[in-house]
């Protein structure tokens, strides 16, 4: 499905043709990051090791903000990133991404892929006979047919992250054998390459129960390079051990341990040795002192990360006036935020604006340009709409314009970003209540079920613009998908279907941008910045670092440590 993955500020596009050279990027050695797009950063910056140059075994440590909510990354609680970075080692993905947003098909699940039909589009798919579930079944079509029919949307007892691209398929059915497998769409759709991956047994699929609670705490059933050695819930740790009947290449490490460290903690235990990278998360004190230490790369490359703001439109809310959320938006200046985080690490502070396009894409389109930040017009707006001054706040109606922005706490670049929103609105009589929440409930008590007026996170986007995004934005009244602020308009839902059957490259970037200029009209969400992409790594890790688009999944047969 790819949906786009959520990242708490602590620290989901067809970005399918990256121009950007592979010369040198950030290093402890340069006074600063390269700007997003810059044709110096590269593509990956992963300290590419051939593996016989890489040891045998060892443990890879990896910090994490919390465990995942749940192992199914179909429900709706499953689309954290810190969740989804541990499934590409235990789950199945048929089309992987490459660091430079092409995919390719994994042959350890399929020999091969095709589309054998047009008009209707048919997709054949021959399973790898080896490949076999770690409950010892082979995988087969009837993987596929579940998962086809649970994402459909069709049942709302199954509580679906996204449906984008399965709601379009008419049928699966077996081939010539249980490992060949037709799915026949009632209507093309061009980024099927997105669907199946993560790819899930049947028995996931059984019934709604099964499929919203049953994987909550630990993964039933796996089919990877490594498989699950333990799950503390209480230390919060997270350990895989390699697979023996994994059929594939033999993993380099012996386990890979994800725990729990509260952003300000990384650095520390990075340097204790309690974690072998961390994410610079756009924090310039964390950037100099990882450029200080002599065990540290810094590795940097496109990473399609971008912070932005998301506003509640319910019918709840007070935000559900379009008209209001615009006013609020204008009376944001992004264009400060960004500089005041990312100004001492790069010269390009330059708000991102597009939702659906990064910087360094030959999509990329500013589409921000009626919608720039301006505190007087944002002023006489608020005026228009009957929010007079009254005191402190404007109020409306006997009811004060004060909302509540949730942010997760001991999250340094949430906090800086919700006190520079909060200043810039006082002066308009705009009242911002700062919500700091445990990291671990952030997600799925605030955002998944619309607690918040406002709320700051990063989208991790993927090589799927449409499969990755249209969940974000398309209003479905029977399924919120990522639509956590319940903000949408028919003319945007009718973009997507129609970028959706477009199988011409350049006609569906029209389009998509074209709902990216609606997607700004609707005040759906405000974009920030884009990530610089930078990771403090040590310097003995090999096939690791900053991975560009692959990191869903990414290949953790590679990873570890120089000989």
Known sequence: MNRRRMAALVTPLAVLGLALSACSGGDSAKPGLQDAGNQAVKTADINETALDKVKDGGDFKWPVDQLPDNWNQNQVDGTVLAGQNMFGAIFPYIFPQNADGSVSENPNYVTSVKMVSTDPQVIEYKLNPKAKWSNGRQFSWEDFAAQAKVLNGKDPAYLVSQTTGYQDIAKVEKGTDDQDVKVTFAKKFAEW????????????????????????????????????????????????????????????????????????????????????????????????????????????????????LTLNGASSSVLTDKDLRLAVTRGIDTVAISKAILGQMQKDTKPLGNHIYLKGTKEYADNSGQYAPNAETAKQELDKLGWKQAGELRAKDGKQLKLRLVIPANTPISQQAAQLIQSQLKPLGVGIDIQAVPNTEFFKQYVNVGNFDLTIFRWISTAFPIAGGQGIYYQDPKNIGQNYGHIGSDKLNQLYDKASQDLDDTQRAKDLNEADQEIWALGHQLPIFQSTGAFAVRKTVANFGSPGFANQPYDFTKIGFAK
């Open 193 to 308: 390459k997105s669907l199946f991956s993560p790819f899930y047994p049947k028995e996931l699929n059984a019934d709604a129960e099964t499929f919203n609670k049953s994987w909550a705490q630990t993964p039933a059933i796996t089919a990877a390079a490594f498989k699950v050695q333990k799950i503390d819930q209480t230390a919060k740790t997270v350990v895989f051990e390699r697979d023996p009947n994994w059929w594939g290449e033999k993993p380099k490490l012996d386990t890979v341990t994800f725990k729990k460290v509260e952003r300000p903690a990384q650095a520390d235990a990075f340097a204790n040795g309690q974690v072998d990278f961390y994410d610079l998360n756009n924090d310039i004190n964390a950037f100099k002192r990882a450029q200080a230490d002599p065990n540290t790369a810094i590795r940097q490359s496109t990473y399609p990360d971008y912070t932005h």
